[in-house]
């Protein structure tokens, strides 16, 4: 591997405000001083993908730019003992595919501490059927386990259910034993979501906005991944001391709620970030996906795919209609 060496990239250019993203042959040489150079195998298709893909400057702020904010591969040169040259590793989050060359390459090169060892018995194609979205799966449901959530307490619900990161918490939650209520905007998708666990599939319209600032409470916790007025509804519908874990804002990043679930029940409303947490918190919840948490449903439905159909994939998540777990394959 030299300076001059070539590889594949799918990279984003910026023209007269339009972004367009294509495969382009890349050099090791121009991509970033840091101290581990890894050929990344598989990458995982994120929301936040999208967002860079489209130009979103609150992710990206220069282009061109490779997203792929999830990579797993091999290193293949390290300035450090750890990791070394030859280990297996899994990148997420971070900077990585922000304003980083991300894993829509095949190769990165990323400081140490972003590093982690590929978790025992799973490979990279294994790690990013997780990626971001599964590893956001995992720490929302920590989150609430933190809480003291248990399965006799009452149903759960699992907003965005269809999604990377909905559908992923829909299978651990059942897997532990929680009455899983799906929250989908996508009907044809009910037997998917109960084939992953869920023991009731409803519409979105379950949530949907309502004038009063409580509703009958019909959930003991709940696992929001959308944000935005389906939370405000949701935290109205949520049984007294339940909690809520947040993480995204597909249905916007606004959330207008009067003060009268947390005062007058005693909600809980937990936020959850995968992105700049310590990599101990990290590793604590890759090891349960990879041990008691495994979701084998998701890595038997996780859909491989190219480069290039990187850009027909992210415009499917920024339309709501992505569904399920992508992996990248760079030998596709
Ligand atoms: N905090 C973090 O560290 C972190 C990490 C990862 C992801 N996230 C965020 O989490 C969110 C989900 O990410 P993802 O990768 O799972 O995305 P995704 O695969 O696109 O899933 C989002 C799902 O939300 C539902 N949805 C889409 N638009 C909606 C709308 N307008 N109103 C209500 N529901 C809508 C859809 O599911 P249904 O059709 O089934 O309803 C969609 O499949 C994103 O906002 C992402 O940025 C945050």
Not at 279 to 308: F, H, N, P, Q, Y
Request: aromatic fraction near 6%; charge should be neutral.
């Amino acid at each position: 591997m030299t300076k001059n060496s070539e590889y594949k990239a799918w990279r984003v250019h910026e023209k007269n405000g339009e972004y367009t993203g294509e495969e382009e042959t890349c050099h090791i040489a121009d991509l970033p001083e840091n101290e581990v150079l890894i050929r990344v195998n598989h990458s995982s298709l994120n929301y936040k993908d999208a967002l860079s893909a489209s130009g979103n400057k609150g992710v990206t702020r220069n282009y061109p730019h490779t997203p792929g904010i999830d990579a797993a591969g091999e290193v293949m040169e390290s300035g450090t003992d750890s990791p070394a040259i030859g280990a297996k590793v899994v990148v997420t989050g971070y900077d990585l595919g922000m304003n980083t060359a991300g894993g829509f390459g095949q190769y990165i090169r990323v400081p140490a501490h972003w590093c982690v060892e590929m978790p025992v018995g799973w490979d990279t194609r294994t790690a990013m059927v997780y990626g971001t979205a599964g590893l956001t799966a995992g720490l929302s449901v920590t989150k609430l386990l933190k809480m003291g959530a248990a399965p006799e307490q009452g149903k759960v619900a699992v907003t965005g259910a269809s999604g990377a990161v909905g559908s992923v918490a829909v299978e651990i939650l059942s897997k532990i034993g929680f009455h899983v209520v799906a929250v989908s905007g996508k009907p044809g998708l009910a037997d998917t979501l109960k084939q992953l666990g869920a023991s009731e599939v409803v519409g979105r319209e379950a949530i949907s906005p309502d004038k009063k600032p409580l509703r009958k409470p019909l959930f003991a916790n709940a696992v929001d991944t959308v944000g935005g007025t389906p939370l405000a509804e949701l935290l109205k519908q949520i049984l007294p001391g339940g909690s809520v874990s947040c993480c995204g804002l597909v249905a916007g990043a606004q959330l207008e709620t009067t003060v009268l679930p947390f005062i007058l029940r005693g909600v809980n409303l937990l936020g959850v970030d995968s992105v700049e947490i310590p990599l101990d918190d990290k590793k604590v919840v890759w090891k349960k996906l990879a041990g008691e948490w495994a979701c084998s449903r998701t890595e038997k439905t996780a859909r491989d795919i190219g480069r290039r159909d990187l850009d027909a994939a992210l415009k499917a998540f920024l339309k709501g209609e992505s569904s399920g777990k992508i992996v990248l394959d760079h030998r596709l």
